[in-house]
C-alpha cells in the first residue's frame, strides 16, 4: 500500500492564480481531510468528506473547493490565490474512530 | 467547542534522559479520543500513541506512555530514554466519538522537542 499520496510536494502561485491539490489513498477509507498548517501553529482542517459524494467545510474553508468523485480521491481546489494561503497543506484519511493517516504534505507559496 | 491546548511551545532534553509534554483539552463529551503525533523535519505526521477515553489504562508504546488524567482533562506524553531521532515538532489532538465533523481532529499548536547528545 502506498498510502495517502500527495502532488505536487512544491508549488508556487502568483496572486489570482488556481490550481488543484491532489490527494489520492489506496486504504479504501471513507474518510477524507483537508488540512493546512501554517508556520508554529497545529493543523487546521478545510474540508472533509465522510463518503464518495458528500463533503463539508471545516474550520478555514475559505477560498477553497473539494470534490469526491470515488472512494480514493479527495481533490482541493484554490480559486484566486492569495498570500494568505500560502501554507503546508496536508491530506489524510482514516476509517473511522480510528486514527488518521497523514500525507507527506504540500507546501505552497503564493506571491 | 473543544479546544487543545499546548503549553510548552519548546523543550529540550539530554539523550537517554526522560522527558514529559503536556497538553490540556476541553471537551462537554464523556467518550472521545486523544492522540500524539510527531512531525519531524521531513513534515510527515506520524502517530506516535492514541488513547480512548473511556479506557482507565494509560496507553503505552515502547518508550512513548501517556498520564491522561480524565477529570483534570490532562493527557501528557513521557518519552523514556531519549534518543536523537525524537527531535521533532508534537502535536496533541483530540477526536470526538461520532462521525461526521465530530469526527474531526482538533489540534494543539505544538511542542518543538530538541534533544541533547
Known amino acids: 500500500n502506498a498510502g495517502v499520496t500527495q502532488t505536487p510536494k512544491f508549488r508556487i502561485l502568483k496572486i489570482g492564480q488556481s490550481m488543484t491539490l491532489q490527494c489520492t489513498q489506496d486504504m479504501n477509507h471513507n474518510y477524507m481531510y483537508w488540512y493546512r498548517q501554517d508556520p508554529g501553529m497545529g493543523l487546521k482542517l478545510i474540508y472533509y468528506s465522510v463518503g464518495a459524494g458528500i463533503t463539508d467545510k471545516g474550520e478555514v474553508p475559505n477560498g477553497y473547493n473539494v470534490s469526491r468523485s470515488t472512494t480514493e480521491d479527495f481533490p482541493l481546489r484554490l480559486e484566486l490565490a492569495a498570500p494568505s494561503q500560502t501554507s503546508v497543506y496536508f491530506c489524510?484519511?482514516?476509517?473511522?474512530?480510528?486514527?488518521?493517516?497523514f500525507g507527506p504534505g504540500t507546501r505552497l507559496t503564493v506571491l | 467547542a473543544q479546544t487543545v491546548t499546548q503549553s510548552q511551545p519548546e523543550m529540550s532534553v539530554q539523550e537517554a534522559e526522560t522527558v514529559t509534554l503536556s497538553c490540556t483539552y476541553d471537551t462537554s463529551e464523556s467518550d472521545y479520543y486523544l492522540f500524539w503525533y510527531k512531525q519531524p523535519p521531513s513534515r510527515q505526521m506520524i502517530l506516535v500513541i492514541r488513547?480512548?477515553?473511556?479506557?482507565?489504562q494509560n496507553a503505552t508504546e515502547n518508550r512513548f506512555s501517556v498520564n491522561f488524567q480524565k477529570a483534570a482533562k490532562s493527557f501528557s506524553l513521557k518519552i523514556s530514554d531519549s534518543q536523537l531521532g525524537d527531535a521533532a515538532m508534537y502535536f496533541c489532538a483530540y477526536r470526538g466519538p461520532y462521525g461526521g465533523s465530530q469526527g474531526n481532529l482538533i489540534f494543539g499548536k505544538g511542542t518543538k522537542l530538541s534533544v541533547k547528545p
Open positions: 489524510a484519511s482514516s476509517p473511522g474512530t480510528n486514527e488518521q493517516f
Open positions: 488513547q480512548e477515553a473511556y479506557k482507565q
